[in-house]
């Protein structure tokens, strides 16, 4: 029996640091010193945990607690809302982002997805777009989530998936994959093929798209925040997504 030659890979292996290009928007506008206002009480999770927050900036981030608390409910007129299934952890991290953005940098990804599931459930459109942003400029310092993480923020969140399947193709290693569930995988690849079909030579930087397989897609990737961001027509223009 004549053993075949095993397939070589070649001796260079050129992948940019980082491999792809990462675009941000500067869209803050801080919220208005009027919105600190009045206090509201908001009560979370089975355990009936109270937390104060001005409503005014409450209002400002969420449509969800805007209706409840100048609507027509009683909310409206105590000053209280109860919101038994949800997490005191979450809305704690919430209420510090409402206050100081800069949290979201210290936070695990699993606990950013959590957030974003809450963003997405109470329509906090400002703190979607921060998760994004936060998630993408983890990824430009070599530091993206593992695969286990994607995985289950998969799972978690629709909204999120064009970005965890960009975020796969940028940093994720195939042999951590192995248990993705299968339109994860399916995603992963038809972005990779859409990455090589539109590919142009004079439209990709030197050195990127080099290398093979998922590491040449990396090369072609650019991954502007404002791709994935979550917009309403009263939100200030952000990057190029209008
Ligand atoms: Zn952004
Ligand atoms: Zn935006």
Partial sequence: MVAS????????????????????????????????????????GPQKKTFTMHKGLLCFHSSFFKAAFTGPYKEAQSGLLILEDESPTVFSLFNHW?????????????VLIDLFVFAETRLIRRLQNDVVDICIWHASQNDSMDE???????????????LLVDLFIAQGDLSGAR????????????RSTELLR???PQAVRPGAGSGRGLARCAGLLELQCYRFHVHEQEDPVCGGDR
């Fill in 5 to 44: 030659t095993p397939p070589t890979l070649p001796n260079t292996l050129t992948i940019p640091d980082p491999p792809f290009n990462a675009v941000f928007c500067n869209n803050i506008t801080p919220p208005q010193l009027s919105l600190y206002d009045s206090i509201v009480e908001i009560i979370i």
């Fill in 98 to 110: 409402a206050y100081d953005s800069s949290i979201l940098r210290k936070l695990k990804p699993l």
């Fill in 148 to 162: 286990e993480s994607l995985h289950i923020a998969w799972r978690q969140t629709l909204r999120l998936r064009p």
């Fill in 179 to 190: 248990l993705f569930d299968g339109d994860y995988l399916r995603a992963i690849a038809v």
């Fill in 198 to 200: 539109v590919a142009r």
